[in-house]
């Protein structure tokens, strides 16, 4: 099955920094991958999506990045803010021939993420 | 208008306890999950039903027993409670579908159902 690793498991910066986390992945089928953002005590959230057809996708502060042949992909934020302290998790889903693999996410391992005022 | 609601918020119970979490979606979606995460964060499957079917039964003691009345509910119930099944349980949704040749997933998650077992 599939499986995904992600790094680093916690991130402390500066307010205004830069922000960077990244996720590996075993299954060259996988073919979406989504970011969630889950504050303390709250569900996880869609923050960005990319799909294999796509390199990069930016939204306002964040943005993700795509490399299928070295099957990586990463989160970058920039100008980041205290309330982008949360923890955060890639994902992937591979499909098979036929196309379906009915969502099953495999979840990275989470990076809790702290700006510090 | 919450999308996906379940309940209870928070279940606090005894060993050996049967207990049941319910989970309702007004989405319209076709696929729906039970997700746990541990006290690590990390967020794993148990279930997936698509159209009420069983479609993914991940490594999962049997005294957990998903079920599905209709696509729009997903219900779990846990038998035989055990101090290690203390974890926050996540329903989720989905719509699996191709759609001009591009999967159109969009997770959304529950609120988290904090099952304490004492």
């Known amino acids: 099955g599939e499986n995904v690793e992600q790094h680093p498991s916690t991130l402390s910066v500066q307010e205004g920094d830069s922000a960077v986390i990244k996720c590996t992945y075993s299954?060259?089928?996988?073919?979406?991958f989504p970011w969630y953002k889950q504050e303390l005590g709250k569900r996880p959230q869609l923050i960005i999506d990319i799909r294999s057809n796509v390199g990069e996708k930016k939204d306002q502060r964040i943005a993700v990045t795509l490399n299928k042949t070295a099957k990586h992909f990463s989160l970058h934020i920039t100008e980041t803010q205290p309330e982008d302290s949360a923890v955060y998790f890639c994902a992937a889903i591979p499909s098979n021939a036929g196309g379906t693999s009915y969502g099953k996410l495999t979840f990275g391992q989470g990076t809790i993420l702290t700006v510090h005022p | 208008d919450t999308a996906v609601s379940q309940t209870p918020k928070y279940l606090v119970t005894q060993m050996g306890n049967d207990k049941s979490i319910k989970c309702e979606q007004n989405?319209?979606?076709?696929?729906m999950y039970w997700y746990k995460q541990d006290s690590k964060k990390f967020l794993k499957i148990m279930f997936s039903?698509?159209?009420?079917?069983?479609?993914i039964n991940e490594t999962v003691p049997n005294r957990f027993s998903p079920k599905s009345p209709d696509k729009a509910h997903l219900n779990l119930h846990i038998n035989s409670l055990e101090l290690g099944d203390s974890a926050v349980y996540f329903c989720?949704?989905?719509?699996?579908?191709?759609?001009?040749?591009?999967?159109?997933?969009?997770?959304?998650f529950g609120s988290g159902t904090r099952l304490t077992v004492v």
């Open positions: 299954d060259s089928a996988s073919n979406y």
């Open positions: 989720a949704s989905s719509q699996s579908s191709w759609t001009g040749g591009k999967m159109d997933y969009g997770y959304t």
């Open positions: 039903y698509n159209n009420k079917e069983l479609i």
């Open positions: 989405l319209g979606h076709d696929t």
